[in-house]
């Protein structure tokens, strides 16, 4: 056995010094490949965790669309079949159509569309609405479309319904049944039947005109001659009755205005 030296003890302490140092580096790489692999552990059960998510709330959006697609078309279908109920011209009969359910957010009549039917409000309210903007309201016995009726022309405004409505159709059978009949039971109604139709030819012809219109009574005096008729009658007189007058007091101002500006 050697002697043991200054030399011997500094040259073991050295190899001690480097076993500790690589112990530690071990150590050292041994903690940073655990880190990495509870690293890439992590990730991977993110990952799968967020694709999950994804593909739940893929899922769930393709079923909202497809109830919603699904919902939209019913509606659509809803609708199709009460517009096509609404503007039916049932030529077997010569009787307005059957009471009409209208939900709110409905239109009966649209702008700029093809008519020739007039309605009669048995319950509720409805916004008229021109160009997308509200201009007027309407709500029980008020009757709207009487021009397409008449002169069957174009809509000229949107109707939509406030409320859960109700409606009739006038079609142009049941006005060309009532004007040209005369079946009474006595000769007063008799009277009154022929003096109503009178009035309402008289006023369609003068909505007809294009200008040089004329009204040839008050509304008091139709008022008079329409108090024993249906009221489907009374509500179509006196829109007409209105509606003239009021061609007739725009073109009046239109004529004043024209004569001031000359």
């Known amino acids: 056995m050697g002697e043991i030296n200054d030399e011997r003890i500094n040259k073991l302490r050295s190899s001690i ?15 940073r490949n655990d ?12 990952n799968k965790d967020k694709i999950l998510k994804i593909d739940l709330k893929n899922k769930s959006n393709r079923n909202d669309s497809s109830s919603k697609s699904s919902k939209l078309k019913k509606e659509k279908n809803n609708k199709k079949v009460k517009h096509e109920k609404l503007n ?21 009549v649209n702008q700029g569309e093809q008519g020739k ?49 109700e409606v009739v159709e006038i079609n ?11 079946n009474t039971n006595t000769e007063k109604v008799n009277n009154s039947r022929l003096e109503t139709q009178k009035v309402i030819k008289e006023l369609s012809v003068e909505l007809g005109k294009k200008k040089n219109q004329k009204l040839s009574m008050k509304i008091d005096k139709l008022s008079e001659i329409i108090k024993d ?34």
Do not use: W
């Open 17 to 31: 010094h480097e076993l500790r140092v690589f112990l530690n580096y071990s150590n050292s790489m041994k903690r």
């Open 35 to 46: 880190i990495k692999t509870e690293e890439k552990v992590e990730n991977k059960e993110f």
């Open 88 to 108: 039916k011209n049932n030529n077997s009969s010569n009787k307005t159509d059957d009471k009409v359910t209208v939900l709110p957010g409905e239109c009966v």
């Open 117 to 165: 039917s007039a309605f009669l409000i048995i319950s509720g309210s409805f916004n008229v609405e021109i160009d997308k903007k509200v201009v007027g309201s309407m709500s029980t016995g008020d009757i709207f479309g009487e021009l397409s009726l008449i002169l069957g022309e174009k809509r000229k405004a949107t109707v939509r319904a406030i409320s859960g409505s």
């Open 172 to 182: 142009p059978s049941f006005l060309k049944e009532y004007l040209l009949s005369s």
């Open 229 to 262: 008729e249906t009221n489907i009658i009374k509500s179509l007189a006196i829109q007409l009755h209105k509606r003239l007058s009021k061609m007739i007091s725009d073109a009046e101002k239109k004529q004043k205005i024209l004569e001031m500006n000359n």
